[in-house]
């Protein structure tokens, strides 16, 4: 079955700190990854797409990677901000399907304290 | 910033009224998606179209309808609303290189 899932549910930080979340998935033939970033109310917003042949790429203060042999994912993001505070989502999209499908993480709710 | 919008961006409706929620994108994108997003949840996937007259149904089972008569605009409609249809509905269409752009997201509240 494909799946994907995140972890931590749920962290708190300190503005300033870094920290690192985590994606494994299950979805079989592998296309890309991509990591978005929810704010409360709002649609995802795309951080960073990776195909198989990627292992890390950068977008600011966040950085993923992609191990494609273990089928994990991990995103970095660097002297966290208040506004970084959002839920944020890991989705595998398969390369059987002309349509992309997609498969969705529940996501990991970060908050930022001051 | 994604040119794809919906509307309304809140609703409040009481049961049994029939609800249409509009979502339209300027970037030309063959591929639209209706997505279903409880709080804290995963979003799942309701509807999908490849293009213009072009309709399937997602993986979640769901009673809503959608239309693609126009390539910018995807509209999803509940003929009957319930109080079980109280959530999030998120549009969504393809873009090349695999970039999937969302909108605001519509939140809806059945009483």
């Known amino acids: 079955k494909n799946q994907v899932e995140q972890s931590p549910q749920s962290l708190i930080i300190l503005e300033g700190k870094n920290c690192t979340l985590q994606c494994n998935y299950t979805v079989s033939p592998f296309s890309n990854l991509r990591w978005y970033k929810q704010d409360t109310g709002r649609g995802p917003v795309s951080l960073t797409i990776?195909?198989?042949?990627?292992n890390t790429k950068s977008n600011g203060r966040y950085t993923a990677t992609l191990d494609a042999d273990t089928k994990q994912s991990s995103l970095h993001i660097t002297a966290s901000q208040l506004s970084d505070s959002a839920s944020y989502i890991c989705?595998?999209?398969?390369?059987?399907?002309?349509?992309?499908?997609?498969?969705f993480g529940r996501g990991t709710q970060l908050t930022v304290w001051p | 910033e994604a040119d794809i919008y919906q509307t309304p961006r809140y609703l409040v409706i009481g049961t049994g009224k029939k609800i249409t929620l509009e979502c339209s994108q300027t970037?030309?994108?063959?591929?639209m998606y209706w997505y279903q997003q409880d709080p804290g949840m995963e979003l799942h996937l309701i509807h999908y179209s490849y293009g213009v007259n072009s309709t399937e149904k997602g993986d979640l089972s769901s009673e809503s309808t959608v239309s693609r008569i126009r390539t910018e605009h995807f509209p999803l409609t509940l003929e009957s609303a319930r109080p079980s249809h109280t959530s999030q509905y998120l549009c969504a269409s393809l873009g090349s290189s695999y970039e999937q752009y969302f909108g605001p997201g519509t939140r809806l509240t059945v009483t």
């Open positions: 970037m030309g994108h063959d591929k």
């Open positions: 989705v595998v999209s398969d390369r059987g399907s002309t349509l992309g499908r997609l498969y």
């Open positions: 990776m195909t198989f042949s990627e």
